[in-house]
């Protein structure tokens, strides 16, 4: 999404459990620009000024795209409760800074107590957020509020059920992760465009692909194939593609019945196998991953500018924030060049997307107007208010009544996105602890690319860090 800035791990003395890194390229960056909704929604204005006593609601974000479109959508919030005899005010904090930066104050000002009414943020810091006590519970709200299970994608509701059975956040936008392809680089080398269907598929494809291109790791080489790997990513290698590999195995990575991960088993070594693939065939852009911003000579310029690599990960934000018109690094003809596969499956099993929320929206647990504030999330999620903001940002619908509503229905991709979300949507919901296994596939991964490590190795110290970072009650091995 963007100009991507990884998220690190959250100052660990602020919370009483394991700190939870935020997902690093699922947030559009706060340096990107889109093309702006040119209407702001309306609610009908109060016909008689109203009496109650006045209600100063905040709201704090920290990216300029989305601040921009919650000045357009915030009025129409007041003046639907003024036409409901309520008195509130919406005072925006904007806080214009990259996700690290943000992660540590919203951190600071949850446990001071100073913490904005209603903040927006990963849905992977939500976990430990909630078990520090900083979040409003959400769950009989939810519950109550029709449209929550009517319209609201179910992927989206399971993955907003914590371990105690509780929702503690609600989605903001959604977006699915596939594999984005050059197909005018695939096609100028006689390569074929089909999807695959199995890993093997997709190494064999790209095997031949890289054999016409010549040296992917020499002088201004042209690779194949990119899996994210190395801590410089933040939590992207998780996020954006090893958990992508790891589903493909039909494995399990945290065990619901005992409350414990999953650090060692048959399907984690497979999945490290892939990347392996990647190192033996000397297919991926293994020095460019030492860049201090390598999404930045990777995708931005070898995928988007150069055309010099010809596969990768990327999430649907990606038609507005990296490579459309006004994006990072455009791409002229963008729908001509470019074809989505879904991830391919270690056994042929149909291929898919993984689906998930773009953010996650939260209340604090010390809001003094509880209410109010889950009015203004009904609102942000709903009708013509959401439809500004999924525009916006370029992220797809949390709900299934929002394809006819401008401008979301002026994106023929946000539109057609919703498809392959809703027929091949996999998940997994991001249990406490998560943070220490982003860590770990980050660091194994890039040993596995840079093929200093193999896969079996990989998978060992994968165990380990996981179990020194969980404790050796919070893990198990896979019977």
Same mark, same amino acid.
């Given at each position: 999404?963007?100009?991507?800035?990884?998220?690190?791990?959250?100052?660990?003395?602020?919370?009483?459990?394991?700190?939870?890194? =935020?997902?690093?390229?699922?947030?559009?960056?706060?340096?990107?620009? @889109?093309?702006? !909704?040119?209407?702001?929604?309306?609610?009908?204005? @109060?016909?008689?000024?109203?009496?109650?006593?006045?209600?100063?609601?905040?709201?704090?974000?920290?990216?300029?795209?989305?601040?921009?479109?919650?000045?357009?959508?915030?009025?129409?919030?007041?003046?639907?409760?003024?036409?409901?005899?309520?008195?509130? /005010?919406?005072?925006?904090?904007?806080?214009? @800074?990259?996700?690290?930066?943000?992660?540590?104050?919203?951190?600071?000002?949850?446990?001071?107590?100073?913490?904005?009414?209603?903040?927006?943020?990963?849905?992977?810091?939500?976990?430990?957020?909630?078990?520090?006590?900083?979040?409003?519970?959400?769950?009989?709200?939810?519950?109550? &509020?029709?449209? &929550?299970?009517?319209?609201?994608?179910?992927?989206?509701?399971?993955?907003?059920?914590?371990?105690?059975?509780?929702?503690?956040?609600?989605?903001?936008?959604?977006?699915?992760?596939?594999?984005?392809?050059?197909?005018?680089?695939?096609?100028?080398?006689?390569? @074929?465009?089909?999807?695959? /269907?199995?890993?093997?598929?997709?190494?064999?494809?790209?095997?031949?692909?890289?054999?016409?291109?010549?040296?992917?790791? %020499?002088?201004? =080489? /042209?690779?194949?194939?990119?899996?994210?790997?190395? !801590?410089?990513? %933040?939590?992207?290698?998780?996020?954006?593609?090893?958990?992508?590999?790891?589903?493909?195995?039909?494995?399990?990575?945290?065990?619901?019945?005992?409350?414990?991960?999953?650090?060692?088993?048959?399907?984690?070594?497979?999945?490290?196998?892939?990347?392996?693939?990647? *190192?033996?065939?000397?297919?991926?852009?293994?020095?460019?991953?030492?860049?201090?911003? !390598?999404?930045?000579?990777?995708?931005?310029?070898?995928?988007?500018?150069?055309?010099?690599?010809?596969?990768?990960?990327?999430?649907?934000? =990606?038609?507005?924030?990296?490579?459309? !018109?006004?994006?990072?690094?455009?791409?002229?003809?963008?729908?001509?060049?470019?074809?989505? &596969?879904?991830?391919?499956?270690?056994?042929?099993?149909?291929?898919?997307?993984?689906?998930?929320?773009?953010?996650? &929206?939260?209340?604090?647990?010390?809001?003094?107007?509880?209410?109010?504030?889950?009015?203004?999330?009904?609102?942000?999620?709903?009708?013509?208010?959401?439809?500004?903001?999924?525009?916006?940002?370029?992220?797809?619908?949390?709900?299934?009544?929002?394809?006819?509503?401008?401008?979301?229905?002026?994106?023929?991709?946000?539109?057609?996105?919703?498809?392959?979300?809703?027929?091949?949507?996999?998940?997994?919901?991001?249990?406490? %602890?998560?943070?220490?296994?982003?860590?770990?596939?980050? /660091?194994?991964?890039?040993?596995?690319?840079?093929?200093?490590?193999?896969?079996? *190795?990989?998978?060992?110290?994968?165990?380990?860090?996981?179990?020194?970072?969980?404790?050796?009650?919070?893990?198990?091995?896979?019977?």
């Amino acid at each position: 999404m963007q100009t991507r800035k990884p998220v690190a791990a959250l100052v660990s003395v602020v919370f009483a459990v394991s700190a939870c890194a =935020g997902a690093a390229s699922p947030s559009p960056s706060a340096g990107a620009v @889109s093309q702006a !909704p040119s209407a702001a929604p309306s609610a009908a204005p @109060s016909t008689a000024p109203t009496t109650a006593a006045p209600i100063e609601l905040t709201v704090m974000e920290h990216q300029q795209l989305r601040i921009d479109a919650l000045k357009q959508v915030l009025p129409g919030f007041e003046a639907q409760e003024a036409a409901a005899g309520k008195n509130v /005010k919406v005072k925006l904090i904007e806080n214009v @800074s990259n996700d690290q930066e943000f992660q540590t104050k919203i951190t600071l000002d949850y446990s001071t107590g100073n913490a904005a009414d209603v903040i927006s943020y990963p849905g992977s810091w939500v976990p430990d957020f909630a078990a520090a006590g900083y979040l409003l519970d959400l769950t009989d709200r939810l519950k109550a &509020w029709p449209d &929550w299970e009517q319209h609201f994608w179910k992927v989206l509701r399971d993955r907003t059920v914590s371990e105690d059975g509780k929702n503690w956040w609600m989605p903001n936008g959604a977006f699915y992760q596939a594999l984005w392809v050059r197909k005018d680089v695939l096609d100028a080398n006689g390569v @074929s465009t089909e999807q695959p /269907k199995t890993w093997d598929e997709l190494i064999d494809r790209a095997k031949e692909l890289q054999a016409k291109l010549g040296d992917c790791n %020499g002088g201004d =080489g /042209k690779c194949a194939l990119q899996l994210e790997g190395g !801590p410089q990513w %933040g939590t992207g290698p998780f996020d954006e593609s090893w958990v992508d590999v790891f589903q493909g195995t039909g494995g399990k990575l945290y065990d619901d019945a005992t409350g414990k991960w999953i650090v060692r088993s048959k399907a984690l070594t497979d999945s490290f196998k892939i990347y392996q693939a990647l *190192a033996d065939n000397k297919l991926a852009p293994w020095k460019r991953l030492l860049d201090p911003n !390598p999404w930045e000579p990777t995708q931005y310029v070898m995928f988007g500018q150069k055309a010099s690599l010809a596969i990768m990960p990327e999430g649907s934000y =990606g038609w507005i924030f990296d490579f459309g !018109p006004t994006g990072a690094a455009p791409i002229p003809d963008i729908n001509n060049k470019i074809i989505v &596969w879904r991830f391919p499956t270690q056994d042929g099993s149909p291929p898919f997307v993984w689906a998930t929320e773009t953010w996650a &929206w939260t209340i604090a647990a010390k809001t003094k107007h509880p209410d109010e504030a889950f009015d203004l999330l009904k609102y942000l999620t709903s009708g013509k208010a959401a439809a500004v903001l999924y525009a916006a940002v370029g992220s797809l619908a949390v709900r299934d009544d929002m394809a006819n509503i401008p401008p979301y229905s002026d994106y023929k991709f946000l539109v057609d996105g919703l498809k392959d979300f809703g027929e091949a949507g996999v998940s997994f919901r991001f249990p406490v %602890g998560i943070s220490k296994v982003q860590e770990a596939v980050a /660091k194994v991964t890039l040993d596995l690319l840079m093929g200093t490590k193999d896969a079996n *190795a990989a998978a060992e110290d994968f165990a380990t860090m996981v179990t020194e970072g969980l404790g050796a009650d919070k893990v198990e091995n896979a019977p």
